[in-house]
């Protein structure tokens, strides 16, 4: 629910823009105000007794594998201001793919570049939202 309020009071500094033109600002909002609701509810169900969940813990394969992608969206948050999201992302994708074993090696390259830089020219590009570009994309 901290995150949420986070991310709403972060979204809430873009320009929400119009219904025929909506701004940079709308999908950020979207995102909070979804994170909140399910904060919310989940809190509610939890008050009332009706969650009781046991978690599992990964084992094995399985905690490296997490293990793994923590260290990727670390790499990602860390790497994120000084070679931008294009790259970063493109890297956790490929480190994501490769601890889950997914594909073969020309594959995942393949899905790391189109989801890093494809994410990029959505977001940036067609929705205006502004991403890091880093040093090379300014």
Not at 10 to 23: D, I, K, S
Not at 77 to 101: D, E, R, S
């Amino acid at each position: 629910m901290i995150l949420g309020v986070f991310y709403l009071l972060t979204a809430l500094q873009y320009p929400m823009g119009t219904a025929r033109r909506p701004g940079p600002g709308l999908y950020p909002l979207l995102v909070a105000c979804s994170l909140l609701a399910s904060s919310v509810i989940t809190a509610l169900q939890a008050r009332a007794g009706e969650i009781r969940v046991k978690v599992d813990w990964p084992r094995g394969g399985g905690r490296g594998r997490t293990v793994a992608i923590l260290v990727a969206l670390l790499a990602y948050i860390l790497l994120l201001p000084g070679i931008g999201h294009p790259i970063a992302a493109t890297i956790v994708v490929f480190i994501a793919l490769q601890a889950f074993g997914e594909f073969r090696w020309p594959m995942r390259i393949g899905l790391a570049l189109l989801l890093g830089w494809g994410s990029f020219y959505l977001f940036y590009n067609l929705l205006g939202v502004p991403l890091p570009g880093g040093l090379w994309f300014k």
